[in-house]
């Protein structure tokens, strides 16, 4: 069974731009997560969506925003970008139901922003 | 609010010499607990999990962990490590059933020395 799923891998953006990260989860899987990794703050939960509505959200600003397709593939997008949301984005998909509580992550999108 | 606390940030063993990495979790109900593991530029892979029941859990790699409700912890633990266990260990806890803002340590840096 294929995994998670990320593009793109690598960013490079200037501040005040805004970008899209995308995430395909595993076959089966309805709930994706996002979290953002950076040496200072380490893991950070960003916000979790299933059956296309947000679920959860974590303390991020507005800027923060994603959504879920129907086919549980889910895009996340950050508006006027600043130096301090240089990450890594890594998504994270799950069963949300019975035993699957367990999260599966994928590769990351490093963003690097100048 | 949940939290977690890795107080190892670095950790060097022998190869071949056991290892043990330690976790504890503040969480008022029952915890959701997991250990995973990160190699440079990857993303997380799950090693194992703890929901209910046997408070000892068989994981991937070779890998064990004991759940402690005493003492909070959620301690990993190898018996026999390899060089290419080295990576970066993350603890978390997630809440209860429906929600899957998981909540990471700082994580341990693991070095194997040949």
């Known amino acids: 069974k294929a995994g998670v799923t990320q593009t793109p891998r690598y960013l490079i953006k200037t501040r005040g731009q805004q970008v899209t990260l995308s995430c395909s989860p595993i076959?089966?899987?309805?709930?994706v997560s996002w979290y953002q990794q950076t040496p200072g703050q380490g893991l950070q939960f960003l916000f979790e969506?299933?059956?296309?509505?947000?679920?959860n959200k974590g303390n991020f600003p507005g800027r923060f925003s994603g959504r879920q397709f129907s086919n549980s593939r889910s895009e996340m997008n950050v508006s006027t970008l600043e130096l301090g949301d240089s990450a890594l984005y890594l998504c994270?998909?799950?069963?949300?139901?019975?035993?699957?509580?367990?999260?599966?992550f994928g590769p990351g999108t490093r963003l690097t922003v100048t | 609010a949940q939290s977690v606390t890795q107080p190892d940030i670095h950790i060097t063993v022998s190869e071949g010499a056991s290892l043990e990495l330690r976790c504890n979790y503040s969480?008022?109900?029952?915890?959701?607990l997991f250990w995973y593991v990160q190699s440079p530029g990857q993303g997380l892979q799950l090693l194992l999990k703890?929901?209910?029941?046997?408070?000892l859990v068989q994981g991937i790699k070779g890998f064990e962990a004991e759940f402690k409700r005493s003492q909070s912890s959620f301690n990993l633990r190898k018996p026999s490590v390899h060089w290419s266990d080295a990576a970066e260990y993350f603890c978390?806890?997630?809440?209860?059933?429906?929600?899957?803002?998981?909540?990471f340590g700082s994580g341990t840096r693991l070095q194997v020395q040949p």
């Open positions: 994270a998909s799950s069963k949300r139901s019975g035993s699957g509580l367990e999260q599966y």
């Open positions: 076959s089966g899987h309805r709930s």
């Open positions: 969506y299933f059956s296309e509505t947000q679920r």
């Open positions: 969480y008022g109900a029952t915890p959701y």
């Open positions: 703890y929901f209910s029941g046997d408070t």
């Open positions: 978390a806890v997630g809440a209860e059933t429906g929600r899957r803002a998981l909540t």
